[in-house]
């Protein structure tokens, strides 16, 4: 994957977790940050955020659908949720969601599919992507 520092990350993890998520949604995860789920914390800024999302072998939009994906599978509402939120800035059109969900149907089940897709609606209604106001 790479052969940075883990020190760099963690640097790079947060970087990349608050391009994505924005600075609003990052500020609000690390103030709730107590003793208890700091270590949790920080794997999950030098995992998810400083080895996988920042690694550029694929676009942050692919990233972002194979995310949708696996979320919408597993049935991680919450999660799922905040990553169509970020679609916003990773590229991910309402057709790609689409697409990653209809994947969803067919090989992980209609019924997790139904749920993401209510899911992705609701998220998509909560406030135009500002893209699409523009060319308005």
């Known amino acids: 994957m790479s052969d940075r520092p883990p020190g760099s990350r963690c640097l790079d993890g947060m970087k990349t977790r608050r391009a994505i998520l924005g600075d609003a949604h990052v500020d609000r995860a690390t103030a709730g940050i107590t003793d208890l789920d700091r270590d949790f914390q920080t794997l999950i800024t030098e995992s998810a955020w400083g080895t996988v999302w920042s690694n550029e072998t694929i676009s942050s939009r692919e990233r972002s659908m194979i995310t949708i994906a696996l979320l919408a599978a597993l049935g991680h509402t919450d999660e799922l949720a905040m ?54």
């Open 83 to 136: 990553h169509i939120r970020a679609t916003r800035k990773t590229g991910a059109r309402p057709e790609d969601i689409r697409e990653a969900l209809l994947h969803v149907a067919i090989y992980a089940g209609v019924p997790a599919a139904n749920v993401a897709f209510k899911v992705a609606k609701q998220v998509l209604a909560e406030e135009p992507d500002p893209a699409e106001s523009r060319d308005r």
